[in-house]
């Protein structure tokens, strides 16, 4: 799966879940500062991202909390299966 796809469907996973709009979300977004996710909306998030791609849940970390970043540790999770 490659990166613009994994961008677009995490991206949707946000929308849907925190109910942002698609503007708010870009490649330096950062989940907690920008789209004010709390600690139960990260562990959502995670597990929706986990059972999407079929990967583990990621364990969360500051750097997984930019979109950027996030989606290409799913897309390496992913391919790497």
């Known amino acids: 799966m490659n ?5 677009d469907q995490t991206k949707q996973i946000l929308m849907d879940y ?4 698609e503007e708010e ?3 330096d977004t950062h ?10 909306a990260l562990v959502e ?3 929706r991202l986990a059972e999407t ?4 849940m ?7 909390y930019i979109m950027k970043n ?6 390496d999770q992913i391919n790497a299966a």
């Open 25 to 27: 979300i870009t490649p």
């Open 58 to 64: 990621p364990q969360p970390t500051d750097e997984l």
């Open 31 to 40: 989940l907690v500062n920008d789209l004010i996710a709390d600690s139960i």
């Open 70 to 75: 996030l989606v290409q540790f799913l897309t």
């Open 3 to 7: 990166y613009q796809t994994v961008f």
């Open 18 to 21: 925190l109910r942002v709009n």
């Open 53 to 56: 791609f079929n990967i583990p």
């Open 45 to 47: 998030l995670g597990f």
